[in-house]
């Protein structure tokens, strides 16, 4: 496929299972192949030029571009209220590739819209809509050329429900599918440019529970198929073909098919820098307190020696590392879920301290850091507004977390109703705390001043 294109394609399925994928599907000896669920047309891509290609998705961006690569027509419009309110975004929709471009377009903006579909009021997200409006007709026509210069053909493509275009499918056809991983996970996805566009949008019930596994018998029961899961599936154990689990939090993904292949991709233990100097036993805290920004490989590292493994945390959107003079003491990390109901909240997605340390309460060293007044400024900076609070969970057997006492306050305590004392899964935590602080209080010095006040008695 031209490269050109390549961007275009919102999310993927990951570079392991593709080249799975590759491999299981090169000896097939089938003319036509069924993508059932083809998401942004990943599969398609890996499977160019080898197989008459037939998909079948339902989501407004799966649907868009199904229906171009297919040369099908599909009817998209602005919705009435956008093409007054932003009548720059309807101003080019005369021809079906300025459609496709503009609904491509439009899903890099679409999170400047809240969830009813009105404008954020945040200066930020103004700026991108003028920069839009401004720059429209030629990012129109850039994206455009691009598509144009997309070599992906599909045969045919259906926007339904995947389940009865199976069961309507010649058994000559291979199948391969990477059904939806979580509930309602395309619907959250593409909500906003349902608001944005109209459009014919297909019926369909959701491929989940006894429904999930009837339709992955029925993909087994063919000659040449495959197909991708986030958990083992013990009714297919004879078909396992590959693992892929690129990091240690990263999602798993279990490949089944019909064809003789292994191949497992597991994430190596990840080991912080050599030249990281880190605080240790018998070392004494010298210096000023200070943050900075974490690469990304490097935090993962430090989570995975000293986060509990139990506890799975998202992708961090900024990590921050926190030194006392030249040593690290320890990390933290914001992320970008939805933290609160007011916008200036923040999420503290993970924090912990380096171990073992002659300091049993350093963890509370590391929350001052990130309730400074500079952490404050960084949190500023990847949110590009205002940010007054911040809001983190911990997962405790404990109905309080006495790491986050007396600097958070507690807002939601929820207790894990299938919780044993004597479970076998000795992982599993009782409560689920949810803690929120204001932020930039104090400075970083500050802080350091407040924690060997109270909190640096060494361990005996």
């Known amino acids: 496929m031209n490269k050109g294109g390549e961007h275009l394609f919102q999310g993927t399925i990951p570079q392991a299972v593709r080249q799975i994928l590759a491999e299981t599907c090169a000896g097939w000896d089938v003319k036509d192949v069924a993508v059932a669920c083809s998401g942004n047309l990943t599969v398609e891509r890996v499977l160019a030029n080898q197989f008459s290609l037939h998909s079948c998705d339902v989501s407004i961006y799966s649907c868009a571009l199904g229906s171009h690569f297919a040369g099908q027509p599909m009817r998209l419009a602005v919705r009435d209220d956008y093409a007054e309110s932003l009548p720059w975004l309807a101003s080019r929709m005369g021809t079906p590739e300025d459609r496709l471009a503009t609904l491509l377009l439009a899903s890099n903006f679409a999170q400047a819209l809240d969830s009813q579909g009105r404008l954020k009021p945040n200066a930020y997200y103004r700026r991108v809509m003028e920069g839009y409006a401004r720059q429209w007709p030629e990012l129109v026509d850039q994206t455009a050329g691009k598509l144009a210069a997309c070599e992906l053909r599909l045969s045919s493509f259906n926007a339904g429900d995947a389940a009865p275009w199976l069961e309507g499918l010649s ?221 983190t969970t911990a997962f405790t057997q404990n109905p309080v977390s006495m790491k986050y006492r007396g600097l958070f306050s507690m807002v939601s305590r929820k207790e894990n109703a299938d919780w044993r004392e004597d479970a076998a899964d000795t992982s599993q935590m009782r409560y689920m705390l949810n803690y929120i602080a204001d932020c930039g209080r104090w400075t970083l010095a500050e802080g350091l001043e407040t924690w060997l006040k109270k909190h640096a008695s060494k361990s005996a």
């Open 171 to 391: 058994a000559d056809y291979g199948v391969v599918s990477y059904p939806p991983f979580w509930a309602d996970g395309y619907e959250a996805m593409f909500k906003r440019l349902d608001l944005l566009f109209d459009w014919d949008k297909p019926t369909y019930d959701m491929l989940e529970g006894d429904r999930m596994t009837a339709f992955l018998h029925r993909i087994a029961d063919r000659r040449c198929w495959t197909f991708g899961l986030p958990v083992k599936h013990p009714d297919f154990t004879d078909h396992l073909r590959g693992f892929t689990q690129t990091t240690k939090f990263g999602v798993p993904i279990y490949v089944y098919g019909s064809r003789e292949t292994r191949r497992v991709v597991a994430p190596g233990r990840a080991y912080p820098p050599a030249g990281l100097r880190r605080l240790g036993q018998g070392e004494a805290l010298d210096g000023a307190l200070r943050i900075a920004p974490l690469a990304a490989d490097t935090f993962n590292a430090l989570r995975a020696t000293y986060l509990n493994p139990a506890i799975k945390p998202a992708a961090p959107t900024l990590a921050v590392g926190v030194w006392v003079g030249e040593v690290l003491v320890g990390a933290f990390a914001f992320g970008s879920q939805k933290s609160y109901s007011d916008a200036d909240t923040v999420y503290l997605l993970s924090d912990f301290a380096v171990a073992p340390t002659d300091y049993p309460r350093l963890s509370k060293l590391v929350l001052m850091a990130a309730l400074s007044r500079e952490s404050q400024i960084l949190a500023e900076r990847m949110t590009r507004h205002r940010v007054r609070r911040i809001m």
